[in-house]
């Protein structure tokens, strides 16, 4: 078994490469795209140099496993989707385990669904994807973006900005192995402790009966000191395997899939300005620079290290914690005697559990009729927090006295660190815990109409249990947790039970069935689709809301409320409480192509997407009555797409416009006849967002050795409406940014007529690759344009200092823009008698160590956190494969 590069191969077997079809996630999907019907002969549709652009309706773009082996090995596989045009990632780290951001153009991850043989990776609560979980790149077979539209039998509940479907590589036919070695550093002065390792192994068993019986199973360790982050490591095991059995041979198979992936990693550095900008005047400049990406370099390694100090250790005198039920002390910190140990935002863990098996199987029901059946199941234990205070003492309220958590602070009624009193407060830890169970299917019937028809009727059933927790941990004397996971040792109160600050299940189920038909009449090719998703949430709040922001108190289990209830069980508190939302819509997704030579053609389609609100804004919801502000309206999009394809074996090329229509955005805002008529902080629909755009990309070869890959895109928005933002204050009446006259006036944000923020207005970079015999030098750039830092796309003006001697500062109201060069180069040492070869690989990112704003959030008004974008580094791997 050997990887193939694009200048090792000729043509033919650059060709091979792409002779699977550069289809969708699922096996439907997948066969259904494959037909004849919409193949075009010598229109080149496996690709130029890893990159594909697939004849359909809609704006998709492929990378196939070319490209990707030119990238870093171990690299996440969101930041090789940073070549599509109208993708906008920023990482963390150049090396990928420490997590990062990207929008689709202008939507967020959040709405875009990112899906692994059709299995879906978004969390299913809020939507979020950790792109730090990714499956190791080795195994891949290509990445499939459908950029503002999904596929038809999609497991998703928001996927209104488009969709990254990632495909396992089959396993190989004949008996090889592939291993990876790589060595890395950060390549900027003032980084210490950086060196990144990290080893790859793959064995591929070949065809052991003779009857397309093969597999392949993977394991990889990657370790590295996180360059923003003093004292933080990442540690990251997985495993990858694939079981794969034809039947007869006409295509139809039967497979099992797994993958499992270990993360031990402390955040990556990301703050809120405000948090950093506590240290005194003569540290304010630099921070608020070095944040901004403003200034000169060298105060960013030495940022978050001014938030805390490490190695630290509490004051030797304080007496230990009790860690365990009511049994002997252990380690522990006094709380108010810790001389800050183990506070620093640098020190919070975010480790993770992941694991799925997918299924995946066609069977030939008849000639013209085929099934497929995709089942799968995964498996999530994850959780991020920090340091907080553990009380000894009960909550008393109306002559009550309970454990739990109570406005914000955790109460256990016992003596935690042995000193034969209750009036200590014990330094802990509190993560937020979420398990995740998530079931799924995906099932077509694929019917061939005649030789240029054929319809699909797709069933998908997908069902994720969702358990969030709270639970607490004690900290040891060095500021560590007892355990990262603190549901593997909670600290437990007086009665023997958890102290949660939060304590909820739900359950979100869809079922959805959609039919789409594909037919060609001469040059003209016709795709009609319908999906009707029919989505659940079954939320259970086993604490009492406390408001809309989501605030609970969590009294530990088994204890008389009645005083509680008496004294706090009002308009401010809701009892725990279950309830149901349901949503549903009907769905079109209409397309055609009109080919005006072998060579050129036209595209256009029409999507109708639907995102349902997550789990957050549902549990806050559960604060109000359950009346129209308990229940946000789901978000919708009409995405029109138009565009120009040129293909013919040398060149592939794509130049498409967009416009999508996004309805009843939904955000936190003060709606103002909420709370019978008293007005309330609630996540609320804002109304219409128009967005637009245009994305091209070429990949020319103009030699056998040589490749020219140029990509572009222009991104705009326009918000409809101002956000109402509360009620007027007389220093808000006198202030220019809010749109209200008088004292107690519902005062507005103005975003009216704004755009996004978040998303650059333009990128564009290039990728050129050329081979000298042996020898393959690549080169690659990305440009990306600025981004407004909020919604309403006004100068972002700051107070901060300490002690009442605050220093303004103007942020402006844009990120600037930025540009980033890599280089790669790619050494044959030799090549096997039976197949593969030995090679060193060189990979330089970020070359001239362009020092720029990376991840933020974009918001409303403000500017909550930003990143700081991920410095130059190296690395040197060698690669066999035979």
Same mark, same amino acid.
């Given at each position: ?146 950029? %503002? ?26 008996? &090889? ?6 060595? @890395? ?65 006409? &295509? ?79 380690? %522990? ?68 006295? /309970? ?36 079931? @799924? ?5 694929? /019917? ?158 029409? #999507? ?65 006849? #909420?709370?019978? @008529? ?157 197949? @593969? ?46």
């Amino acid at each position: 078994m050997k990887f193939k590069y694009l200048l090792a191969t000729s043509v033919a077997g650059i060709a091979a490469v792409g002779a699977m079809p550069a289809a969708a996630q699922s096996t439907g999907s997948i066969d259904f795209d494959e037909a004849d019907v919409i193949v075009v002969t010598g229109r080149g549709d496996d690709g130029v140099g890893g990159v594909e652009i697939p004849d359909t309706t809609k704006a998709k773009q492929v990378l196939n496993e070319e490209i990707i082996r030119r990238q870093r090995p171990g690299q996440t596989v969101n930041d090789i989707v940073n070549l599509v045009p109208g993708v906008s990632f920023q990482n963390n780290d150049p090396w990928g385990s420490s997590g990062g951001g990207f929008t689709i153009r202008g939507f967020g991850a959040d709405r875009v669904s990112q899906t692994l043989d059709g299995l879906p990776l978004n969390d299913s609560g809020n939507y979020a994807l950790y792109t730090n979980q990714q499956v190791d790149p080795e195994v891949l077979e290509e990445v499939n973006v459908n950029l %503002g539209t999904t596929d038809v039998d999609s497991p998703t509940a928001s996927a209104t900005g488009g969709t990254i479907n990632i495909r396992t590589r089959e396993p190989g036919d004949d008996a &090889g192995i592939v291993a990876t070695m790589t060595f @890395g550093d950060v390549l900027a002065g003032g980084a210490e402790d950086t060196i990144y390792t990290r080893g790859f192994v793959m064995f591929d068993s070949g065809d052991i009966t003779g009857s397309g019986t093969k597999a392949f199973g993977s394991v990889s360790y990657t370790t590295y000191g996180v360059p923003y982050n003093p004292y933080g490591r990442v540690n990251k095991t997985q495993f990858n395997g694939r079981i794969w059995q034809d039947i007869g041979s006409n &295509g139809d198979f039967v497979a099992v899939s797994g993958h499992y992936n270990q993360n031990r990693n402390n955040f990556a550095g990301s703050e809120s300005i405000g948090d950093l900008i506590i240290l005194g005047d003569e540290d304010l400049a630099d921070l608020v620079q070095a944040t901004l990406g403003t200034s000169g370099k060298k105060s960013r390694f030495e940022l978050y290290s001014l938030s805390g100090e490490y190695p630290c250790a509490s004051n030797p005198n304080v007496i230990a914690a009790e860690v365990g039920g009511t049994g002997s002390p252990g380690a %522990g910190i006094d709380y108010s005697d810790r001389s800050g140990c183990g506070a620093a935002f640098y020190r919070r863990y975010n480790p993770s559990d992941t694991g799925n098996i997918r299924g995946a199987s066609r069977f030939t029901i008849s000639d013209k009729l085929t099934f497929t059946f995709d089942p799968s199941y995964q498996y999530v234990k994850a959780n991020g927090g920090g340091p907080d205070d553990l009380r000894e003492s009960f909550f008393n309220v109306n002559g009550g006295s /309970y454990t739990g958590a109570f406005n914000g602070g955790y109460y256990f009624g016992r003596d935690l660190n042995g000193d034969g009193d209750l009036d200590d407060e014990i330094a802990g830890n509190d993560p937020s815990q979420t398990q995740t169970k998530r079931y @799924g299917v995906i099932a077509n019937l694929i /019917y061939e109409i005649a030789d240029d028809h054929r319809a699909r009727l797709t069933y998908t059933w997908d069902r994720a249990r969702h358990r969030q927790t709270g639970q607490i941990s004690a900290m040891l004397q060095n500021g560590e947790p007892l355990d990262v996971f603190a549901i593997d040792a909670p600290l437990l109160d007086v009665y023997g039970n958890e102290v949660n600050k939060r304590d909820r299940l739900s359950f979100a189920i869809l079922h959805q069935v959609s039919a789409e038909y594909v037919g060609r009449f001469g040059d003209f090719q016709a795709k009609l689709a319908l999906r009707a998703p029919f989505f659940t949430r079954e939320l259970n709040q086993n604490c009492f809301t406390t408001s809309a922001g989501g605030f609970v108190d969590c009294p530990s289990p088994g204890q008389d409320l009645s005083n509680y209830v008496d004294a706090s069980f009002n308009d401010d508190h809701v009892a725990p409480v279950s309830r149901t939302y349901k949503y549903d819509k009907l769905l079109p997704n209409v397309g055609f192509t009109y080919d005006f030579s072998n060579e050129m053609s036209v595209f256009a389609n029409y #999507a109708k997407g639907l995102s349902v609100p997550g789990t957050d804004p549902l549990y806050d919801s559960l604060y109000l009555a359950d009346d129209a502000f308990a229940r946000p309206t789901p978000e919708t999009t009409d995405s029109f797409d138009l565009g120009l394809r040129y293909q013919n074996g040398d060149i592939e090329a794509q130049l498409g416009a967009y416009y999508t229509k996004y309805n009843d955005r939904l955000a936190t805002a003060f709606d103002p006849e #909420a709370n019978d @008529g008293e007005g309330e902080f609630v996540y609320r629909n804002l109304g219409k967002v128009d967005k637009w755009g245009l994305d091209g990309s070429i990949a020319y070869r103009p030699t056998r050795n040589s490749l020219i890959y140029v990509f572009g895109s222009y991104n705009d928005s326009e918000i409809s409406e101002d956000v109402a933002d509360g009620t007027c204050n007389q220093f808000e009446v006198d202030n220019d940014f809010y749109s209200c006259n008088a004292v107690g006036d519902i005062q507005f944000l103005p975003t009216g007529g704004k755009s996004e923020s978040g998303t650059p207005t333009f990128s564009f970079g290039a990728r050129g690759q050329i081979a000298f015999g042996d020898l393959e030098l690549g080169a690659q750039f990305k440009h990306t344009g600025p981004r407004f830092l909020n919604d309403t796309n006004l100068d972002v003006v700051e107070e901060f200092g300490p002690n009442g001697s605050e220093v303004s500062y103007n942020f402006g109201s844009k990120a600037p823009a930025y540009t980033t060069v890599d280089l790669d180069a790619r050494l044959v040492l030799g090549e096997f008698a039976t197949g @593969g070869d030995a090679a060193i690989q060189l990979n330089l990112t970020n070359l001239f160590d362009e020092y720029y704003i990376g991840y933020f959030g974009g918001s409303l008004d403000g500017f909550g956190f930003a990143q700081i974008g991920a410095p130059r580094a190296g690395s040197i791997s060698l690669i066999i494969g035979y």
